[in-house]
């Protein structure tokens, strides 16, 4: 067994041995699902490290014929390339530091971490899956446990309703997605879901241009839902407004970019007419994304649905990314990923602590916490500074790639308007450091603590090590991104003799 | 002839006439235990009786009731039966592990009702068989009246007596059609042998009193699954029958359903159903908005199962209307992944009831700290019916998608008739999840104390999840049988408007 499959298994592995310990046994519960997912988070970290930078391929690969009767051919593929060896990394990471931050979970706890596990296991297996049959597989077993974690365990009046918001908006996108797959099943002639097999068919023999644009628009669709791609987007910041901490860590985080994965691995390379056709619509949507939920994002005055609409418009730049189709724009798309998977995870990370301490999510209702809680208050402006995109932080690297790659292939218009979100972004976030830490310290508050022990310190900690780390050396990541990136490009372009698909490249962007 | 081939049918028989017998000597403080071991006979004719048989046939279709030579016996022993017997008795074994639950509400009669449920599992077997439409209409007769007694057993409820009444009128109905049709086909085809229609069907597709004849027929069973436009005794007799009663209706009279269309319309008739393609769309599209819509406002459990299989009857459609054999494959996928959901929801209906006098969703609040085990199972069952991965309904949906979206190459309609299964799975999710919520954290409990699980509901529970696990998990074991089941068809006929490399 590969590392990587050692990696997908263990989270399952501790939630199955969840199931066997006796609810009543709180602390052994929570002991396990910590070092189930520490486990996970050292096997992930030496799993991105081991990963030799440079190659096109993918490594760690392993397939097992899973199914291969009555017209089902299946296999569990999995590998690593650079696409998702950053996002396999900081999906452990974060599923340690959300396991780490359920200290407060009191009622049912068995439930709730067999639900966490079953989640953090699902992400994973989806970022390391090569046959896109398991890509859905295991984004979808998230589906349930997030309902349940959010009715159960969740905040506020509307968690009803946000709880079948999100679910009936992430199944719609996830069907819709999933059509497209079958269609490319079916049609491609390879008979199979794997990314290899697929894209050994469709070199030999490019796919129809209806059906190519067909299945374009399900994948745009089905997996900009799971995304937040606008105007698809309004179960996110209400869906993570209502979850519990650690849900919305995992989902902002993490499961969210599985849709971007599969725009990576299918719709760029594998659909390169449809891509010079309709390229220009991701364009255009992702500007929404910027402008729109930015706007959005500055009225807010709960601190959730800030944080929940700002990283709808951070999804503005993965998309924006996408949409250059070129190798710096793709490169930056995953670095975008990457980056925003630790920030979304400590910005609602943050979020759970203030609310626990304070007793409101209110923003008005703050004020002049730095005095009295030094370390979060720090962690929470170095936090929302990564989220302006200040450099220094890994955010840094991946907005101003976008920003190049966007500059070489979309038109100015494009450019300016990302260039503004970045502003947008700035005010809000700078707005809301000013009424949550500055300013005197309110006589209401005086029982907010801060988080004095290092344990309680150790998860937000990581993160934001994290979003530092890469934020120095973001070549660690991008080398490993570069080539696979190039790869994906590469393919895009390769849109061969069809003349329509010509004309359509000539002009790429009527965007106005 | 060859009584080997009909050695499960024999034993099953023997069975249910041993448990009527047994029930004259048994003092009543045994009737849990005679429960128990029809049961565990039923567990010994599926491991005795299926090897047997398969040993018996050996690959190649064998036939009883006709010329020995001639390969067109009114009984027929292939994959498919084999499949279908072997669902039908575990259906049967896990559904009396009910009755043994459900018994003190069942009140007089306990052996009966265990007599009865055997007898009509020896219904479905023969139709699993069934090569001829005498066949046919007697083992759904022996289904169908069996049925009615089992629906209208809690004799002191108004709900269960209506129950069996509406599904008497409307079975009775039901049956006249099927019977004047069977009448039609055999005026015209002058045979009612699946075989020797099959043969002649060239000549028959243009005979309008055999095409007459043929839609009556299919009338019938088309109320047996509850497909629109005969769905509608489905949600009142499952809200009014005994529960395990309802599970058996739910999971083995359909599946009867099932298995006879597909020997009426892909072993019978190939030729003329691949005609009929929009036919079956229409029904399927129908059948699925039908059942999906009209679960969305139920409060009772047992109703909202009643539409949730209007609308599974929709999606198993869709293999029908795929006219692949990957479609047969999936629609025999999706019937085994049905069975463990919906007998694993049906058995928490069962303890739920015996402990709260109530199906309704309310009496749901609190499961997920009375009993985990019960909480889980109901999610489990309500996730798999949802078709959410790694549960057996999703592969179940996944292949029957899989099979109609080719088509919509050659017909349009196909497309939308995938937009429809779309957006019923997605209407669908807020129903079942609504039950989930109702386990989680709907309402206000009055009660916390918590729910004790007999032994066998928890054998039951048990391979249940077991098998919704498995099934989803590991589809590898289960398409290695429903491959050749669905295999015995060949390759099926399309539509003269389809090019002729269409499959």
Redesign the interface.
């Known amino acids: 067994m590969t590392l990587l499959n050692t990696l997908i298994l263990v989270p399952f592995l501790t939630a199955l041995l969840v199931v066997l310990v006796p609810?009543n046994y709180r602390f052994v519960i929570r002991c396990i699902a910590l070092l189930g997912t520490a486990i996970a988070a050292v096997l992930g970290t030496v799993l991105f490290f081991k990963f030799v930078p440079g190659g096109a391929g993918f490594q760690f690969e392993s397939s097992y014929q899973?199914?291969?009767?009555?017209?089902?051919r299946?296999a569990f593929h999995t590998g690593v390339d650079g696409i998702s060896a950053g996002m396999l990394l900081v999906s452990a990471v974060v599923g340690f530091a959300a396991v780490a931050v359920s200290w407060e979970i009191e009622r049912?706890a068995?439930?709730y971490y067999i639900l966490l596990l079953s989640i953090i296991g699902g992400a994973l297996g989806a970022f390391a899956s090569l046959d896109l049959?398991y890509l859905?597989?295991?984004n979808?077993?998230a589906?349930?446990p997030t309902?349940?974690m959010i009715?159960?365990w969740g905040r506020g009046d509307d968690r009803?309703y946000a709880?079948?918001k999100i679910?009936?908006y992430l199944?719609?996108g996830a069907?819709?997605g999933?059509?497209g797959l079958?269609?490319l099943?079916?049609?491609s002639g390879a008979d199979s879901l794997d990314i290899v097999k697929l894209q050994q068919a469709i070199a030999a023999k490019p796919l129809a241009p209806g059906l190519q644009d067909f299945v374009f628009f399900c994948l745009v669709i089905g997996f900009g839902t799971l995304v937040g791609l606008f105007p698809f987007h309004s179960w996110a910041p209400q869906g993570y407004a209502c979850a519990p901490t650690a849900t919305a860590m995992l989902h902002a985080g993490i499961l969210k970019k599985v849709g971007l994965l599969a725009l990576l691995r299918v719709a760029l390379p594998m659909l390169p007419g449809a891509v010079s056709r309709w390229g220009w619509v991701l364009a255009v949507l992702c500007v929404g994304n910027l402008l729109y939920c930015g706007f959005v994002a500055m009225r807010q005055r709960d601190l959730n649905l800030l944080i929940g609409n700002s990283s709808l418009a951070h999804m503005g730049f993965a998309f924006l990314g996408l949409a250059t189709v070129n190798v710096i724009g793709v490169t930056g798309t995953v670095l975008v990923m990457v980056s925003h998977a630790l920030l979304a995870a400590l910005s609602f990370a943050l979020s759970g602590w203030l609310r626990r301490q304070t007793g409101t999510i209110e923003i008005g209702q703050m004020g002049g916490l730095l005095a009295r809680m030094p370390f979060i208050g720090t962690v929470l402006i170095a936090c929302f500074l990564a989220g302006c995109g200040v450099p220094g932080f890994a955010n840094f690297a991946g907005e101003l790639t976008v920003m190049f790659g966007a500059w070489h292939g979309l038109p100015a218009v494009v450019v300016v308007a990302a260039w503004s979100g970045l502003v947008i972004g700035g005010v809000y976030m700078l707005r809301s450091i000013r009424d949550i830490l500055h300013g005197a310290p309110r006589e209401e508050l005086r029982e907010a603590r801060d988080a004095v022990s290092w344990w309680r310190r150790l998860p937000f900690a990581v993160l934001v090590l994290g979003l530092i780390y890469f934020g120095i050396f973001p070549n660690t990541l991008a080398n490993r991104i570069r080539p696979a990136a190039a790869e994906v490009v590469r393919l895009a372009k390769n849109t061969g003799p069809a003349p329509t698909a010509k004309a359509a490249t000539a002009t790429p962007a009527p965007a106005k | 002839m060859n009584y080997s081939l009909l050695q499960v049918e024999l034993l099953v028989a023997l069975l249910g006439l041993g448990v009527l017998l047994a029930d004259l000597w048994l003092p009543p403080r045994h009737r849990r235990a005679l429960g128990l071991a029809a049961a565990a006979g039923l567990m010994l004719v599926f491991i005795v009786g299926i090897r047997g048989a398969v040993d018996t046939y050996a690959g190649a279709a064998e036939y009883a009731f006709g010329a020995p030579k001639a390969r067109t016996g009114m009984y027929v022993l292939d994959n498919l039966a084999v499949f279908f017997k072997q669902f039908f008795l575990l259906a049967g074994i896990l559904v009396l592990l009910m009755s043994v639950e459900y018994s003190d509400r069942i009140g007089s009669g306990v052996s009966e009702f265990f007599a009865l449920v055997i007898f009509a599992l020896l219904g479905m077997l023969f139709a699993a068989s069934a090569n001829d439409l005498v066949l046919l209409f007697a083992s759904l007769e022996l289904v169908t009246i069996t049925f009615v007694v089992l629906n209208s057993y809690q004799r002191g409820r108004a709900a269960s007596i209506e129950a069996g009444v509406k599904y008497l009128i409307m079975g009775a109905l039901a049956s006249a059609f099927m019977v004047f049709g069977i009448a039609l086909v055999f005026g015209s085809a002058n045979t009612t042998n699946f075989s020797e229609i099959h043969a002649a069907q060239k000549q028959l597709a243009g005979n309008p009193v055999f095409l007459v004849g043929l839609a009556m027929l299919l009338g019938g069973l088309l109320f047996k699954i509850a497909a629109v436009p005969f769905q509608m005794w489905a949600p009142d007799v499952y809200q009014g029958s005994p529960a395990p009663a309802t599970a058996f209706l739910a999971v083995g009279s359909k599946a009867a359903g099932i298995v006879l269309l597909l020997r009426v319309l892909f072993g019978a008739v190939p030729q003329i159903t691949a005609q009929w393609s929009h036919l079956l769309v229409w029904i399927a599209a129908l059948t699925i908005l039908y059942g999906s819509l009209c679960a969305i406002p139920q409060r009772s459990l047992k109703r909202l199962m009643g539409y949730s299989s209007i609308a599974n009857a929709g999606y198993l459609l869709l293999g029908f209307a795929s006219l692949r054999a990957e479609g047969v494959n999936g629609v025999l996928y999706y019937l085994a992944g049905y069975l463990f959901t919906v007998l694993a929801a049906f058995a928490v209906v069962c303890v739920v009831l015996r402990h709260t006098d109530s199906d309704d969703l309310s009496a749901l609040a609190g499961l997920g700290q009375r009993s985990p085990l019960l909480a889980g199972a109901l999610a489990l069952a309500m996730a798999s019916l949802a078709g959410i991965p790694p549960l057996a309904g999703f592969l179940g949906k996944f292949l029957l998608l899989k099979s109609i979206v080719p088509n919509g190459a050659y017909d349009p309609g196909y497309y939308c008739l995938l937009g429809v299964a779309v957006f019923g799975v997605v209407v669908s999710l807020y129903y079942y999840f609504g039950v989930i919520r109702a386990v989680y954290w709907g309402g206000q409990a009055s009660d916390l104390s918590p729910i004790a699980t007999s032994w066998p509901v928890r054998i039951a529970l048990a391979v249940c999840i077991a098998g919704i696990f498995w099934l989803g998990l590991f589809p590898d074991n289960l398409l290695s049988l429903t491959g050749p089941a669905a295999g015995v068809f060949g390759k099926l006929a399309t539509p003269a408007s389809w090019p002729a490399n269409a499959h």
């Not at chain 1, 899973?66 to 089902?72: K, M, P, T």
């Open positions: 609810g899973w199914a291969d009767a009555g017209g089902l299946l049912q068995k439930l049959f859905y597989f295991f979808e077993i589906l349930v309902f349940i009715g159960v009803n709880a079948f679910t009936l199944t719609l069907m819709v999933l059509v079958i269609a099943y079916t049609r």
